[in-house]
């Protein structure tokens, strides 16, 4: 064989070779496994099965330096504490800034436990929360029923329906938030829909997105993900739909339109508050613009009943998902600023958990405990 001397040549089944990219042979027993540590700001694609330095330290959530974010943290150890239990094996962990708060949490519940669950992520940063925080990582095509699902959300109405996308992640979110779920079909005016029955997606958020109609705290529109091609006749549909300000979701620090983890375009749809009032239940149409208009763009319209706002979105050719989560949450969690977290659930119950029996609260109170035995023993110990 003729090699060049500037490209080195291997053979690609050569257990010294195998051994330098991974870490260990195909004799030990265990290859091949995922054994990397973390992508983000790597240059290598592997990297040794010993923890680094590096991922010890990306694994730490820095404390919460405003109010908004003591609110997230404190959602999600609640949140965390309630539904994430020692029998709970397979974890679905969902994307934005509330979640590095789950993880921590959830690693606060030590390794013992944590060493025979699997942690399935819905994205990019989900999974690096997870690799760093050394949990073992799994994905929704091993495990598609999930015990439990904890995400964030950008806001969530009386109902428990929600706009989630913001951090352009809910295709995957979606599908592990149907994970944890268990639907039955159901016949509702005459529409075939599946309901949950079982419900485990649960949502953590700070006070900020606990809303009555969802479009109200978050006004940028219900994040929609779209095959690349298909987007500008996407867009007009969803103008004729009642969004005339839909529009593409451009990068900030990068030219051009945001690509999903799924190499899509996401296009961001603010629709008017009677559309938004209830997106999902099937129920009569209202007015009818003219009488050609919906013979023409039957599914535009809505004829007859079917003419919630969810659907009728899924149905234009070339939507992926839309991040509108209907009737899919067990509840919700809302951290607030005094300290204290709503709970609103899916039966319309909404629980109060007031400042001093938050998780946080009884962290102080342990920690203030732990400084005063100190203290104690440190005088009875003085000479
Ligand atoms: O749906 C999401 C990402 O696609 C996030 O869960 C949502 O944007 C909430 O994020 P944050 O916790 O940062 O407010």
Redesign the pocket.
């Known amino acids: 064989m003729l090699s060049s001397p500037l490209i080195p040549v291997v053979q690609l089944d050569d257990p010294a070779y195998v051994a330098s990219l991974y870490g260990r042979t195909p004799s030990d027993g265990v290859y091949p496994q995922p054994l990397r540590q973390t992508l983000a700001g790597q240059t290598s694609q592997y990297i040794t099965s010993t923890p680094s330095p590096l991922a010890a330290q990306q694994s730490k959530v820095p404390p919460p330096t405003s109010a908004v974010e003591a609110s997230?943290r404190l959602a999600a150890w609640t949140a965390v504490d309630r539904h994430i239990l020692p029998e709970h094996k397979v974890i679905g962990i969902?994307?934005?800034?509330?979640?590095p708060y789950v993880v921590e949490r959830i690693v606060a519940q030590g390794k013992a436990v944590n060493k025979d669950r699997v942690f399935i992520p819905?994205?990019f940063q989900s999974k690096e929360l997870i690799v760093n925080a050394e949990l073992l990582l799994g994905d929704v095509d091993q495990y598609p029923v999930i015990d439990v699902t904890i995400?964030?959300?950008?806001e969530v109405d009386h109902d428990l329906n929600c706009i989630?996308?913001?951090?352009?992640?809910?295709l995957r979110?979606k599908v592990l938030a149907e994970a944890a779920d268990t639907y039955v079909p159901t016949i509702e005016r005459s529409a075939m829909i599946m309901r949950s029955t079982d419900y485990s997606f649960v949502l953590?958020?700070?006070y900020r997105?606990n809303s009555k109609v969802l479009g109200t705290m978050f006004k940028q529109g219900i994040?929609i993900e779209v095959v690349p091609f298909a987007y500008t006749k996407i867009l007009q549909n969803l103008h004729l739909l009642g969004s005339p300000r839909a529009v593409l979701r451009m990068a900030k620090a990068k030219a051009g339109p945001v690509v999903s983890d799924n190499g899509n375009f996401i296009i961001d749809a603010p629709f008017p508050e009677e559309m938004m009032q209830d997106p999902y239940t099937v129920r009569p149409s209202p007015s009818l613009p003219f009488p050609p208009f919906p013979l023409i763009f039957p599914m535009l319209t809505g004829l007859g009943e079917h003419t919630q706002l969810l659907t009728r979105i899924k149905m234009l050719t070339g939507v992926v998902e839309v991040?509108l989560f209907c009737h899919m949450a067990k509840a919700a969690y809302f951290g607030n600023q005094d300290g204290s977290v709503t709970i609103k659930w899916h039966d319309g119950r909404v629980e109060q958990v007031q400042a001093d029996k938050s998780p946080l609260a009884e962290k102080s109170q342990a920690e203030a405990l732990g400084a005063a035995v100190a203290k104690l023993s440190a005088s009875t110990l003085a000479p």
């Open positions: 997230k969902g994307s934005g800034s509330t979640v819905t994205g995400d964030g959300a950008d989630k996308g913001g951090g352009g992640c809910h979110e953590v958020a700070d997105k994040p991040g």
